[in-house]
């Protein structure tokens, strides 16, 4: 009888699956991040001292008031807490499904060659989430699981059959792996550099930079709001670290881009009829 059940355990298409193909944005903790950025809890004071704001105000000409709303920005941009969720990554259903079935196939494996503990297994188990569980039952097979494995010495034959549904239980289980690691790194930056931008915007100030190719210091993107956001940066790191002028341009480029979506959106025609026609 396991021969049987075993021999239909494949890597993909293992189960039917009924529902539709989606994907969600959950927040990840440990998401790479090369800047040593001030994190806390800032609430309505902003992440730059009284100090700061001055010095920001008088070196590039801003209004005090433009600077202060900055500050309230960027704190917002550090929050540390809890349920502030910065690093958004996209895990796709379908892949995360199909790449949970096929660690619980090699786990299943494991279990039956007892090449396995069962404190291992079950802490291999529990790097696998529910979240695209169809049903509370269906939730809940993977906790009875770890359960009976919390306290187990042996794998008995109970836990096994128990893995054996779980595999063959559509969306029971899955590996919530990002859909494309590329595009997983902490986002903090990238609002960092668009909130200087909406405050140098707001002054009136063009949102450009100047390249230079003639090797002199400061690198190949230079210009005045270059400079602001490399001052802002460098006052919210620890130690005071800045940006490649390269990685400024994009974001500045972004965000331009950004904000011309914005205006197209806002200005086009109205589509015809409506959800009831």
């Known amino acids: 009888m396991s021969a049987d059940l075993d021999a239909g355990l494949n890597d993909q298409g293992d189960v039917e699956d009924d529902e539709g193909d989606y994907s969600v944005y959950p927040h990840m903790d440990g998401i790479k991040c090369s800047m040593s950025w001030k994190l806390g809890s800032y609430g309505e004071r902003g992440a730059l001292s009284d100090d700061m704001i001055e010095s920001l105000a008088e070196r590039f000409d801003l209004p005090f008031k433009l600077v202060r709303e900055l500050s309230v920005l960027l704190g917002n941009c550090l929050n540390n807490d809890d349920d502030i969720a910065i690093n958004l990554t996209e895990v796709r259903r379908s892949q995360a499904i199909e790449r949970g079935q096929k660690y619980l196939k090699q786990l299943l494996r494991k279990a039956k060659q007892s090449s396995i503990g069962p404190q291992e297994l079950r802490n291999a188990l529990g790097s696998l989430s529910t979240y695209f569980a169809s049903t509370p039952e269906d939730a809940d097979l993977l906790p009875q699981v770890l359960d009976k494995l919390e306290t187990a010495t042996a794998l008995t034959q109970d836990v096994i059959n ?12 899955a590996e919530m792996s990002p859909r494309d690691k590329r595009f997983s790194r902490d986002k903090r930056r990238q ?3 668009e909130s200087c931008c909406y405050i140098w915007k707001d002054a009136g100030r063009p949102l450009t930079y100047t390249t230079y190719s003639d090797g002199r210091p400061g690198g190949q993107r230079q210009g005045p709001l270059v400079n602001f956001i490399q001052a802002v ?15 400024i341009r994009v974001d500045i480029d972004g965000f331009r881009d950004k904000l011309e979506r914005e205006e197209q959106e806002r200005w086009a025609p109205p589509e015809l009829g409506n959800q009831y026609t």
Do not use: C, F, N, W
């Open 162 to 173: 128990d893995i054996r549904r779980i595999h063959g239980t559509p969306g029971a289980i």
């Open 233 to 247: 940066v460098k006052m919210i790191t620890e130690p005071g670290q800045i940006l490649s002028g390269e990685t």
């Open 191 to 193: 609002y960092i550099v």
